[in-house]
């Protein structure tokens, strides 16, 4: 391999650049998407002949493993390979970019006072339902949500005391529409807890996820005297 490694940069050095560049996008393991073609800093694309395209694809095989201990496949399978070819000092250096998951928390109050709220009558019923079917002689309720990936789902500690969650259900997404748009639990979406003191107020603990790409630690150079 450290020939046919020499091979290809010696290939590449023939174009006079400094760096040469390729994407490759994976399904874990797997290449996803891939033109097989390479840019020059210039911008001039490259497109191998067979044999040392087969160099490289060998060379993606050696590291696969490596690659796999520098990504983050917590959120999601698919991920990018930054491949960067410096001809002229013999090397390959493999970069990688991975989904994460960003959080920010905020915190919403709503009072309670049906005669200056921000609340639609819809909110103020259900939370009268909840009172008066539910929690008969309580005053006050909290309870977990998590909205994803169109779903909702909540987290009630006093479910020996109802038959169905569906009105907490609706009574998050309704809140949440309030605070975060009707498309807040698209994606990683939202999770939170919120509190509720009859007559007096409603309060949100609120975390907002977002999906973003990142680089990720991966710095691997390959090179005629150190590859595998």
């Keep these: 391999m450290k020939q046919k490694l020499k091979l290809l940069l010696a290939y590449f050095r023939g174009f006079k650049t400094e760096v040469v560049d390729t994407y490759i996008n994976f399904d874990y393991g797997h290449i996803e998407q891939w033109d097989e073609k390479f ?7 490259i497109q191998l002949p067979k044999t040392l395209l087969e160099t490289f694809d060998d060379i993606l095989r050696l590291y696969t493993q490596d690659f796999h201990e520098y990504n983050d496949y917590d959120e999601d399978e698919f991920w990018t390979l930054l491949v960067h070819i410096y001809p002229k000092q013999n ?8 989904s994460i998951i960003t959080e920010n928390d905020y915190q919403k109050a709503f009072s309670l006072n049906k005669e200056n709220t921000q609340l639609s009558r819809n909110i103020l019923d259900m939370v009268d339902e909840i009172f008066d079917k539910d929690l008969q002689g ?5 309870f ?3 909205g994803s990936y169109d779903e909702i789902r909540v987290d009630l500690d006093f479910y020996y005391l109802i038959d169905t969650d569906d009105i907490y259900i609706d009574l998050t997404d309704q809140l949440m529409r309030n605070f975060d748009g009707r498309w807040w639990n698209e994606g990683p979406g939202s999770s939170g807890t919120i509190y509720v003191e009859k007559g007096k107020f409603i309060r949100m603990e609120i975390y907002s996820k977002s999906k973003e790409v990142e680089l990720t630690d991966m710095d691997i150079n390959v090179t005629p005297d150190n590859i595998k």
Excluded: L, P, V, W
Excluded at 39 to 45: A, L, N, Q, V, W
Excluded at 91 to 98: D, N, V
């Design 39 to 45: 840019t020059t800093k210039e911008g001039k694309e």
């Design 91 to 98: 090397r390959i250096h493999f970069a990688s970019e991975c």
């Design 138 to 142: 309580k005053s006050k309720f909290e």
């Design 144 to 146: 977990n949500f998590d």
